[in-house]
């Protein structure tokens, strides 16, 4: 039996800040952040917008009336929860109106919530094959206007369904995980953005991944040459090719050009999109399905990251059913519809937040099928 990702799709908010417009708005050479940062274009969150919208407008477009009667979990992987209690999965079931009779969890560890939710969603459907779960990764990535992070943000969603014969990618049994105490990134309770020691934070990065590429290569017998790809957490696309080319004298020269190729076709959209913190590693996964040309049966390994810090390798295999045309299509009306917005009105949109009093938002402004309509009682008013 196979279990893996069966069906996959994301949402963020269409709009955008471009930049190059933010470079020269911070007196900064736009080649710093198209090139040496690896980022051309950042997503906008408007304040009609959060972990649970995003979530729910990514999850609804892939659901059937079968798969939820098959749904065992929802497993809601986010550093951007809305409560400090309620989860953000029960918010979703509600908006989704999913059957009562299944557990919705939130999974919190920094980016790496939702490969958490992917491989606990890989045991249960080993052990219930006639069940589903969903598994979400929805963030904000937020470090505050003109900090060295800011040109890191972004925000969106990744919805996946995970089930026995799955038609997208199976995934392999033989992950690594790697986990330690680290000060990288964090977010205390009592602030909105969040706190990173940048440069330790990218050397944690590569130190976990080779750990646990070195490790899986022990367990499994494996090497890079087995690999047709390998996709990579992009909290900034230069980040992945840093951990790529951290293993990459390890390939013949033949296999180190094809996986960088396909390094160019995984960092696509996660380019125009920003960080999306728990969704990027699957954003960067979308990018290569839709644009690397990789035959059936390739094999790629993801890493996820998470500060604070796990870092987990795992393998799949391209199954023979995929057709990227549906991805394509999907991620080509996505951009075709954005709005550019200037560096003043991002500023803006950035310093827009919730009060802690009743509050009705405008929400003429986003056309996304679910958001935030504000607050009644201390409570969000969804719609
Ligand atoms: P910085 O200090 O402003 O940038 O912040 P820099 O001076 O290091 O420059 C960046 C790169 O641009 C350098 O290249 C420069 O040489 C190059 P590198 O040495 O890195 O290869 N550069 C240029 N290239 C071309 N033309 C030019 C030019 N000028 C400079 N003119 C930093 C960079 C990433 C530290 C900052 O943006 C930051 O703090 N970001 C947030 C932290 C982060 O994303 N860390 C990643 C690892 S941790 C992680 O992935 C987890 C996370 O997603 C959170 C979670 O788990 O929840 C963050």
Redesign the pocket.
Known sequence: MTVGIDKIAFFAPDTYVDLTDLAQARDV?P??YL???GQSEQTVVPVTQDAVTMAANAASKLLTETDRQALGMVLFGT?SGVDHSKSAAVYLRSLLDLPASIRTVELKH???GATAGLMMAKDYVTLHPEKKVLVIGSDI?R?GLNT?????QGGGAVAMLVSQNARILALEDDSVVKSEDAM??WRPLYRKE?L?D??A??N??IDFFTAVFDDYQKLTGRTIEDFDALAF?L??T??GL?ALRAVLPQANDLKQQRLLEAFEASRVYNRRVG?L?TG?LYLSLMSLLANGELPAGSRIGLFS????AEGEFFAGQLMPDFDPQALQADFAQFFGQRRRVSVPAYERLFNQSLPDHDVLLDTKADSARFVLRGITHDQRQYQ
Not at 305 to 308: A, E, L, T
């Open positions: 050479d080649n710093k090139i040496g940062i550093e920094a980016c790496y990535a470090y060295p992070g800011e040109v890191t990288d990134f969040a990173v940048g440069h934070s990218e944690i990065y957490h909290p900034f230069k980040m840093k960080n913190y990027s990251y998470g500060s604070g």
